[in-house]
C-alpha cells in the first residue's frame, strides 16, 4: 500500500503562536497614541492658522499667465505692487514660466457694478503685463472670477456632502456588519479626513473644490480596504472558533496585506503620474490622493482594527454584566 498523505488547511495556522507573518496590534498602543496626537495637532493648526483657500471657497479673481521666457517670481511681484494691486498674491505654476496671480474680491453696489470693477481690474492687469513684459511675450491663459457669496454657499456645500458621506458610510458599516465594526471604521474616516486636511493647513497648500473632492475620493478608497479586512475578519472568525478576537483580528489583517500594499502601490503609481504630467486641478487633486492613499493604508491597519478590538471587550463586558 502507498503512503497517505493528509490535506491540511493551509490557510489556518498549525499553533496559536502562528496569527501571521507580522504582529500588527503589537504596536496598537503606541500607533493609537501617535494617531490621537497627529489628529489633535491637526485640529489645533487648522484651528489656529486655517486654510490657504482658493478662490473657490475664498472668492475673488485669478489670473493664469504664462511667459515665453524666464521670469522670476520677485519680478512679478514687483509689478503687481507697482501696478497697485499691493494684496495680491502671486504663486509660480508649473515649470513653463507660469504664474497665478490672485486678486482680492472687489464688489460694487449691484452685481453689475461689481462684474464690471472686476473686469477693469482684470483689464487692467492685462494690458500692465503686456506693457512690462513686452519682451517675455506674456499670455493670459485663464481668468477665473468668484463672488464672495458664491464661495461662501461652495464652502457651506463641500462640508456638508463630507458629513452626509460619513453619515450614510456609518449607517451602512453597521447595516453590513453590527455596531461593533462600524464606530472603528468612521473613526477611522474622520482620522484620514482631518490629518489629510492637516497636511494642508501645515504646508499652506491651497484648498478648493478639487481638495474636497480628492478628500471624499479618498474616504471611500478607505473604507473599501477597511471593508475588505472587516470581511475577512468576520469569516475568520467562523474559522478560528478557539482563538481570541485580537488574534483574529491580526490574523485577518495578514491575509489581506498583500492585498492592501499591492492595490495601494497600483493606485499611487497612477495617482504620481497624474501629478507629474499632469497640471492645475488635476495635480492638485492627485497631490490629495497621494496623501490620503497612504494615510488609509496605515488607518485601515492601526486605527480601525484597534478600535475593534476595543469595542469587542467593551460588548463583552456588557453582555457579562
Request: with cysteine.
Amino acid at each position: 500500500m502507498g503512503n497517505r498523505t493528509t490535506k491540511q488547511n493551509p490557510t489556518k495556522p498549525t499553533s496559536k503562536n502562528d496569527p501571521g507573518r507580522f504582529d500588527f496590534l503589537k504596536w496598537g498602543a503606541v500607533c493609537t497614541v501617535a494617531s490621537t496626537i497627529a489628529v489633535l495637532a491637526s485640529l489645533a493648526v487648522i484651528a489656529i492658522k486655517g486654510f490657504n483657500y482658493g478662490i473657490d471657497f475664498a472668492g475673488g479673481t485669478e489670473v493664469q499667465v504664462q511667459f515665453n521666457q524666464n521670469v522670476e517670481t520677485g519680478q512679478v511681484r514687483a509689478f503687481t505692487d507697482d501696478l497697485g494691486l499691493n494684496n495680491a498674491s502671486v504663486q509660480r505654476f508649473g515649470e513653463n514660466n507660469e504664474y497665478l496671480i490672485r486678486l482680492e474680491t472687489v464688489e460694487g453696489k449691484t452685481d453689475k457694478e461689481t462684474n464690471e470693477l472686476v473686469q477693469g481690474l482684470v483689464s487692467k492687469l492685462t494690458q500692465g503685463l503686456s506693457q512690462t513684459f513686452a519682451g517675455q511675450g506674456p499670455e493670459v491663459r485663464r481668468v477665473d472670477s468668484v463672488g464672495p457669496q458664491v464661495g461662501s454657499d461652495l464652502k457651506r456645500s463641500s462640508i456638508l456632502a463630507g458629513f452626509y458621506c460619513i453619515i450614510l458610510m456609518l449607517i451602512y458599516i453597521g447595516l453590513r456588519f453590527d455596531y461593533k465594526y462600524a464606530p472603528g471604521a468612521v473613526i477611522c474616516l474622520f482620522h484620514d479626513a482631518i490629518v489629510t486636511l492637516g497636511v494642508y493647513a501645515v504646508f499652506g497648500l491651497e484648498v478648493n473644490v478639487q481638495t474636497m473632492a480628492a478628500i471624499l475620493t479618498i474616504v471611500g478608497y478607505s473604507i473599501n480596504d477597511t471593508i475588505v479586512t472587516f470581511d475577512r475578519v468576520r469569516e475568520n472568525e467562523g474559522i478560528f472558533r478557539d482563538e481570541t478576537f485580537p488574534w483574529i483580528i491580526n490574523r485577518s489583517v495578514n491575509d489581506v496585506l498583500s492585498r492592501t500594499i499591492l492595490t495601494s502601490f497600483a493606485t499611487f503609481i497612477a495617482v504620481a503620474c497624474l501629478y507629474i504630467f499632469g497640471s492645475g486641478v488635476i495635480k492638485d487633486f492627485a497631490l490629495t490622493m497621494g496623501i490620503g492613499i497612504f494615510i488609509g493604508a496605515y488607518s485601515t491597519v492601526y486605527v480601525a482594527s484597534p478600535l475593534v478590538v476595543v469595542m469587542d471587550g467593551i460588548l463583552a463586558k456588557k453582555q457579562a454584566v
